[in-house]
């Protein structure tokens, strides 16, 4: 596999939450820094050296609600 993309989104209790898309994968973090490096380690759980994807996307959804004043 060359590629591998995952949705973050934000948590409502705060920080992140990110799953892969087409594989089981789920993990969460307090920060963007600390969603990016728990997700490279959840990569290393699931997969071997040889299996790692070369390109980790992460998409970022963000939920705005926009009112009329």
Not at 3 to 8: G, K, M, N, S
Not at 19 to 38: Q, V, W
């Amino acid at each position: 596999m060359s590629e591998i993309v995952f949705l973050i989104e934000e948590d409502i209790d705060g920080g992140f939450n990110a799953r892969a898309l087409g594989h089981s994968i789920f993990t969460e973090g307090d920060t963007e820094t600390e969603i990016r490096k728990n997700i490279l380690d959840a990569l290393k759980c699931h997969f071997n050296d040889k299996e790692l994807p070369k390109i980790v996307r992460l998409h970022f959804v963000r939920d705005e609600v926009l009112t009329y004043a």
